[in-house]
């Protein structure tokens, strides 16, 4: 196999040297928004560098969640996607949470729909649903405990031997954790179309490129993906990973924001984006919706607002705070 396979040329993350850029006037105009109303800015490790830099916190969804959760601020603005900012709403009813671009959702919580579930649980009533966070606040309502990337291998070893356990919505992550824990698990056939894109095969070209680099691969890629990888791992447990690993260059296979944190964390290290086989990095198109210019505009006007049926909250609450006793 020859290098020259590559069509693109890799993207590639040096290590970062002196002081960051000051702050652009839009920035500093939201962090005088955040004070003026009294407001908590969260942001997924996904987001757009520029927002990640006037968060108040950048981390994964467990992460997230719990930030959501202890909250105090009277305005809770969530930049990621719908069903993040609909966590933050579950966990914390009496406050105003909102999204600067309400449009921007998930194409694995769009996989699935809350009527298909409720359609399965009846059929199959005996079923512990494990719920991967990535899902609407319907699916939520219906399951019986929530997990994240980073914790779900902690999450279904909890579970009774004696109860079959359906996992929703992502079956790439539910192969990965059915390995992890043994445990035989029905999968619900969704999946991360960011994630999918990532190929066994453009990564070993890369890798032959890089030799001395590692691999480090989010659990929603597909299998062959994951056993290419050196380690696989929520992105949160990525930071510890790189820190911590005597290498000093790595292939992150996950959505490109990523790195935007990896660099802030670890300015010594050298980060290449996961490629797939048209292109040197791999974006979520859901996620780059949020941008700078709707940040502002959503804590100047404190719109778009999350808004669900108070009876869907409660039930979806009970899983999630299970999640988060179950990960203490």
């Known amino acids: 196999m020859s290098t020259s396979t590559l069509n693109y040329e890799p993207l590639i993350f040096s290590p970062q040297t002196g002081e960051p850029a000051p702050l652009s006037d839009i920035q500093s105009e939201i962090l005088d928004l955040k004070t003026k109303r009294n407001a908590i800015i969260l942001a997924h490790n996904y987001q757009i560098e520029p927002i990640q830099r006037v968060a108040d916190y950048v981390g994964d969804s467990l992460g997230l969640a719990y930030k959501a959760a202890e909250a105090e601020a009277d305005v809770i603005v969530f930049c990621g996607v719908h069903f993040m900012a609909e966590t933050a709403k579950i966990v914390n009813?009496?406050?105003?949470?909102?999204?600067?671009?309400?449009?921007?959702?998930?194409?694995?919580?769009?996989?699935?729909?809350?009527?298909?579930?409720?359609?399965?649980?009846?059929?199959?009533?005996?079923?512990?649903?494990?719920?991967?966070i990535n899902c609407s606040a319907g699916v939520k309502a219906l399951s019986d405990v929530i997990c994240t990337s980073g914790n779900a291998v902690n999450i279904v070893e909890r579970i009774p031997q004696d109860r079959p356990i359906l996992f929703v919505p992502d079956q790439n992550l539910g192969n990965w954790v059915s390995k992890q824990t043994g445990r035989a698990m029905q999968l619900w056939p969704g999946s991360?179309?960011?994630?999918?894109?990532?190929?066994?095969?453009?990564?070993?070209?890369?890798?032959?490129?890089?030799?001395?680099?590692?691999?480090?691969?989010?659990?929603?890629?597909?299998?062959?993906?994951?056993?290419?990888?050196?380690?696989?791992?929520?992105?949160?447990?990525?930071?510890?990973?790189?820190?911590e690993s005597p290498a000093n260059a790595f292939i992150i296979v996950t959505e490109t924001g990523m790195i935007h944190r990896l660099q802030r964390e670890i300015p010594e290290k050298t980060f290449i984006a996961g490629p797939t086989n048209t292109c040197a990095c791999n974006e979520c198109r859901f996620m780059k919706m949020n941008t700078i210019d709707k940040l502002r505009d959503c804590l100047r006007d404190l719109t778009p607002v999350i808004e669900m049926d108070e009876d869907i909250r409660q039930k979806a609450y009970a899983p999630i705070q299970r999640m988060l006793d179950w990960s203490r």
């Not at 694995?108 to 719920?131: F, G, Q």
Request: aromatic share 8%.
């Open 93 to 132: 009813p009496g406050k105003t949470v909102i999204l600067p671009d309400i449009a921007a959702g998930c194409s694995l919580s769009d996989s699935c729909p809350a009527e298909k579930l409720a359609a399965y649980k009846a059929a199959h009533p005996e079923v512990y649903v494990v719920a991967y």
């Open 192 to 243: 991360c179309y960011a994630h999918v894109l990532f190929t066994e095969q453009a990564i070993e070209r890369l890798r032959l490129r890089f030799p001395e680099a590692q691999v480090v691969a989010h659990p929603e890629c597909v299998e062959a993906v994951r056993e290419t990888a050196d380690v696989v791992c929520s992105t949160e447990k990525m930071i510890g990973f790189c820190r």
